[in-house]
Every structure is written in C-alpha cells, then in structure tokens.
T-cell receptor, first 114, second 114 residues
C-alpha cells in the first residue's frame, strides 16, 4: 500500500520555467491538499480539493494552479516559476465524512528556483 | 477556518527531561479535530495523535500524553523522559467538521541533548 506518493522528490528550475508536481494516493480519499513549508512558517495551504473535479484556494494560492481530474491524483502547477517559490512542497490526503482520520502526507518535493 | 498558534519556537532539553508543547487554536466550528504531527530531520511528516472536540478525555500513549482543554482552547502535548530520537519539529493542526481546510501551526523545534 503506497499511501501518498509525490513526484518528483527534487527539482531545480530556472526563473520563468514551468513544471507540474504530481500527487497520487491509493486510499480512495476524498480530500487532497497541497502545502508549502518554509523555515519558521510551518505548513501553509496552497490549494485543496474536496473531490474529483473540484479545487479551491488556500492561504497562498498565487502563482499556482491545480487540477483534480481523477480522484486519486492532485496536480500542482507552476506556470512561471519565481525564486519566492523555492520551498518544500507537501501533498496530503484525508478521508471525508464523520468518520474522520488523520491526514496522510507524501514525502515532500524540494523545489529550488534559481 | 481554524487558526492554530504554537507560541514556542524552539525548546532544548537534556535527555530524560519532560517536554510540553503548547498549542492554542481558534475555531468557529462546534465540532472539530485536533492533531499533532512530528517532522524528524529526515523531513517526512509523521502522524502522532488525533483528538475530537466532542471527546475531552486526556490520554497517555507510551511516553506521549496530551491535555485537551476546550475551555482554554488548548491542546498541549507532552513527551515524558525525552530521548535524542525525539528531536524534531512538532506541528499542531486543526480541522473543523464544516471546513475542509487543515490548518497548521508554525511548529516547535525540539532538541534533546544527550
């Protein structure tokens, strides 16, 4: 059982380049999230999804886009990378409903924009 | 939306001392879920505990214990007889049952010295 898998684990981009981070979960979870982690700031929510075909903005959505075409996948896109987007990105999934559980996290993607 | 505050930025202790991490949350939801996560130096996020707002029983699990006080909106976490392997960043998180967002505090870095 893989849980939550993020691809890639590391990436270096030049300013202005684009890329897509993939998050895949095999737990049939409804909710999926993208966070960024920066020193001293904890985890800040970028975008999230409450089900296939739905997305919503979190705290820091600017410069990012997301898509959830399939329930198991949640993609995070950077159309034109900026040095301020250098960060560690975490994806998480969570089952919905009354029988709530903890969020399961991927291993993180370390992105450097030069 | 929830707001989670971890006022302690860093805590340093000597092995075998107890460590208590503070967490204060703000929410408009009448029912909600509270979590503690651990992030060791390797970088992954490890789930530790989950607490429902409608269950105020405080528990102990091995060397971990938590104190949930709805009256003061606090959800403190204690490591008893700390060990070097407990050195990590600890995050408190909250999610309301009517809010899909999972909100994190800024984290507390715990260093346990031998």
């Amino acid at each position: 059982n893989a849980g939550v898998t993020q691809t890639p684990k590391f990436r270096v981009l030049k300013t202005g380049q684009s890329m897509t981070l993939l998050c895949a979960q095999d737990m049939n979870h409804e909710y999926m999230y993208w966070y960024r982690q920066d020193p001293g700031m904890g985890l800040r929510l970028i975008h999230y999804s409450v089900g296939e075909g739905t997305t919503a903005k979190g705290e820091v959505p600017d410069g990012y886009n997301v898509s959830r075409l399939k329930k198991q996948n949640f993609l995070l896109g950077l159309e034109s990378a900026a040095p301020s987007q250098t960060s560690v990105y975490f994806c998480a999934s969570l089952t919905g409903g009354v029988l709530n559980t903890e969020a399961f996290f991927g291993q993180g993607t370390r992105l450097t924009v030069v | 939306a929830q707001k989670v505050t971890q006022a302690q930025t860093e805590i340093s202790v000597v092995e075998k001392e107890d460590v208590t991490l503070d967490c204060v949350y703000e929410t408009r939801d009448t029912t909600y879920y509270l979590f503690w996560y651990k992030q060791p130096p390797s970088g992954e996020l490890v789930f530790l505990i989950r607490r429902n707002s409608f269950d105020e029983q405080n528990e102990i699990s091995g060397r971990y214990s938590w104190n949930f006080q709805k009256s003061t909106s606090s959800f403190n976490f204690t490591i008893t007889a700390s060990q070097v392997v407990d050195s990590a960043v600890y995050f408190c998180a909250a999610r309301g049952t009517n809010d899909y967002k999972l909100s994190f505090g800024a984290g507390t870095t715990v260093t346990v010295r031998a």
